[in-house]
């Protein structure tokens, strides 16, 4: 079998992570050579022209990495299906596409990395290399030191049981923030494990992502990676060196 599947090429070249690109041959909003593909196990090669939403996709593109402050209030998406605001508009207009790295949802806020290196993004977010992503969450209460014990070990979400989790008390009076480090990336974790814990989250951000922290990015805020952030994310994610990954 000649090409490569489809939705690899199109999270080479910056368009979308596997899974989104996934979810865009299902809406039908992909062409290949003019006709609408659907089928995730589509093989391209270097001739085929390929379109997302009628825009050609441009192929071995610089690659590109961004941070960015999520604000709260959008979704970690390419465009939502209910017409919400998305993460895309807060990226400049112009230069290489790039795609998030993970999400955070709609009303979390934090540090977003953004790509079309898509073979680091998905080294980022293979489970096993799990880069510790650091939350500050405030939540409902000021849980005892049982509790803290109970946030701490794993949880069984859905059907699966989580990896344990470090918990930090960083200050409480009325309402405790806890700073909560995770080294996976299941989905609404931290707003879950505390909801259950009888303690639901109030605000949520995140703060540090791998080796990535930057507490002067304000919300919609976006930034380039500087060359030793971007060396520190590759070993972070066990991907080769730049010299030899080329
Ligand atoms: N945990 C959550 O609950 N939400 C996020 O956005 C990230 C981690």
């Known amino acids: 079998m000649t090409g490569e599947r489809i939705q690899k090429v199109l999270s080479h070249a910056g368009v979308a992570s596997r899974r989104e690109a996934e979810r865009l041959l299902a809406a039908g909003r992909i ?16 001739e085929d022209r390929i379109q997302v939403d009628g825009r050609t996709v441009a192929r071995d593109q610089e690659p590109r990495y961004l941070l960015m402050y999520k604000p709260r ?3 970690t998406t390419l ?3 209910e017409g919400r605001p998305t993460v895309m508009a807060h990226l400049p207009a112009t230069g290489p596409r ?5 999400r955070l949802d709609y ?6 990395l953004f790509t079309n290196d898509g073979d680091l993004a998905q ?3 293979r489970p096993r290399h799990g880069v510790p992503k650091v939350y500050q969450a405030k939540v409902n209460g000021c ?3 049982a509790t803290l014990d109970r946030l701490r070990r794993p949880f069984r979400l859905d059907g699966r049981p989580s990896r344990p989790a470090l918990v930090e008390v960083l200050h409480q009076r009325r309402h405790a923030v806890l700073q909560i480090t995770l080294c996976e990336g299941r989905r609404n974790q931290v707003r879950e494990i505390c909801r259950r814990v009888g303690h639901p989250v109030m605000r949520l951000r995140r703060v540090a992502y791998g080796p990535l922290r930057d507490p002067a990015l304000r919300p919609g805020q976006v930034r380039p990676l500087s060359p030793d952030e971007i060396e520190a994310l590759r070993r972070a994610a066990g991907a080769p060196p730049v010299e030899a990954a080329s």
Not at 98 to 102: A, D, I, R
Not at 107 to 112: I, K, R, S, V
């Open 73 to 75: 209030g959008c979704v």
């Open 123 to 125: 080294a980022l977010m």
């Open 98 to 102: 790039v795609f998030p790295v993970g």
């Open 31 to 46: 062409r290949v050579n003019g006709r609408v593909v659907r089928e995730p196990g589509t093989r391209v090669g270097p």
């Open 79 to 81: 465009a939502d299906p």
């Open 143 to 145: 849980p005892d030191a």
């Open 107 to 112: 009303d979390t806020e934090g540090l977003l």
